[in-house]
């Protein structure tokens, strides 16, 4: 069964750094999603992506984030300059013309 | 209580009992989804129930929803130590382009 997937799985950086996560979502999905979890708190929405353009986004999604679709099969999360507080699970998910949408398995950004 | 609060928080149930977790929402919902973390893991999708809708089945799951009264409550029956996760509810604003709220999460535990 088709995944998403997303790399890596576990990042470090130090605050200030800039980071990029990757996830490659199902091929045949329309649109995609960032969502973040931080430890023991819920997952939160940060910004869905449609027909190359984002089509929603919540207000953590501030000017520190950005996401791109550069190829046509990648997704990418990039955080300017990283803050302690970002540190959290930031999953990737993909959906076709309807529901449900499909996570990555996640990546673990610690920030330091 | 805030949006998306799923009751209990924790629930530890001998094998083959059966498991009865909660949602509750506060706007008004398309449709209520439930999805399934594995520690470490990510999301993956159990069910979905639309607005319209009162009951639905996915063999062992059964949803129910009362949008009178903003809740809703996910039954496994036969719990199987591999239903061991945390299980989230929710709420979906729209089919296509879905910006999902998430509840707080029941943590369940089967005791083999």
């Known amino acids: 069964e088709p995944e998403v997937t997303q790399t890596p799985s576990h990042q470090v950086t130090q605050m200030g750094q800039e980071v990029i996560l990757r996830c490659v979502p199902i091929?045949?999905?329309?649109?995609f999603y960032w969502y973040r979890q931080i430890l023991g708190q819920k997952v939160e929405f940060l910004v869905s992506?449609?027909?190359?353009?984002?089509?929603?986004k919540s207000e953590i999604f501030d000017d520190q984030f950005s996401v791109e679709r550069p190829d046509g099969s990648n997704f990418t999360l990039k955080i300017r300059s990283t803050k302690l507080e970002d540190s959290a699970m930031y999953f990737c998910?993909?959906?076709?013309?309807?529901?449900?949408?499909?996570f990555g398995n996640g990546t673990r950004l610690t920030v330091t | 209580s805030q949006q998306g609060e799923e009751d209990p928080q924790a629930l530890s149930i001998q094998e083959g009992e059966n498991a009865t977790m909660n949602c509750s929402y506060k706007?008004?919902?398309?449709?209520l989804q439930w999805y399934r973390q594995n520690s470490g893991r990510g999301l993956v999708h159990l069910i979905l129930?639309?607005?319209?809708?009162r009951e639905k089945h996915s063999g062992r799951l059964r949803v129910t929803l009362d949008t009178s009264k903003k809740s809703s409550s996910l039954l496994i029956t036969a719990s199987r130590a591999a239903d061991t996760a945390s299980y989230f509810c929710?709420?979906?604003?729209?089919?296509?382009?879905?910006?999902?709220?998430f509840g707080t999460g029941t943590r369940l535990t089967i005791i083999p």
């Open positions: 091929s045949n999905h329309l649109y």
């Open positions: 998910a993909s959906s076709g013309t309807a529901v449900p949408l499909h």
């Open positions: 129930i639309r607005s319209n809708e």
């Open positions: 992506f449609y027909n190359n353009e984002i089509s929603e």
């Open positions: 706007t008004s919902i398309n449709n």
């Open positions: 929710a709420q979906g604003s729209n089919f296509g382009n879905e910006k999902l709220t």
